[in-house]
């Protein structure tokens, strides 16, 4: 069964300073990666994912994050975030093959962007 | 195009009551996911739908809990007889296949008093 670890619970940081968000995974099959990001009393708003192909993957808003298959990590990154920013941010992976088309996730980083 | 709808977005229940959840997908989408979060938690799966069949439900407590996606109308996850352990967030995702990423819904707070 596939796995995903989240360490950091809550992570707060000053506006516009940069932020790191970890996530390692752990599967014996390939799988699709994912970052959520959820607003208080709303659901999951996807922000990126990894399918395939580079293994840089960037948002809209200015997030990236990167796919390392060595270390199993798919770290989200932003070199400079705003207050908008303030959210819980979720990492997600989902089998490539097989039965399963759930999606398994992390248990979740609380941001807190600091004015 | 309207997104994933959930009603209601907060249920109150006493305990031994039932409580229904309600999901209309996506236009388009014919597989959905319910999903449950617990407070401080992140979402764990239940069940997966297409049209009138549960491709996967292992996620499912085995009491209790059930679901259905009917050929006409909204996706409905059941809870029956509630007990103070079922209060949680419950959250519904649609897809047009399984290979696409799943749209959230706004989720629906179930309280048990």
């Known amino acids: 069964a596939q796995s995903v670890t989240q360490l950091d619970s809550q992570v707060p940081v000053f506006e516009e ?15 699709y990666l994912f970052w959520y990001v959820q607003y208080p009393n709303q659901g999951l708003q996807l922000l990126l994912k990894y399918l395939s192909g580079s293994t840089l993957v960037e948002s809209i808003n200015g997030f990236e994050a990167e796919f390392n298959k ?7 990154r932003k070199p400079s975030v705003h207050i908008s920013d303030t959210a819980e941010y979720f990492c997600a992976v989902k089998l490539v093959a097989g039965s399963a088309r759930q999606l398994t ?5 609380q941001l807190t962007v600091l004015p | 195009n309207a997104g994933v709808m959930q009603n209601p977005r907060h249920l109150v229940r006493r305990r031994g009551q039932e409580a229904r959840l309600r999901c209309s997908p996506m236009k388009g989408h014919s597989h959905v996911y ?24 292992s996620g499912m407590p085995k009491e209790r809990f059930s679901a259905e996606f009917p050929k006409e109308g909204p996706s409905i996850l059941r809870i029956q007889q509630v007990v103070r352990g079922d209060s949680a967030a419950y959250f519904c995702a649609s897809s047009p296949s399984s290979d696409q990423p799943q749209h959230f819904g706004d989720g629906t707070r179930l309280s048990i008093l």
């Open chain 1, 70 to 76: 060595s270390q199993t990590s798919f770290h989200l």
């Open chain 1, 105 to 109: 996730f992390g248990s979740g980083t």
């Open chain 1, 17 to 31: 300073a940069p932020v790191e968000l970890r996530c390692n995974y752990s599967s014996s099959v390939s799988v």
């Open chain 2, 34 to 57: 319910w999903y449950r979060q617990l407070p401080e938690e992140g979402l764990k799966f239940m069940v997966y739908l297409q049209k009138e069949n549960i491709i996967d439900e």
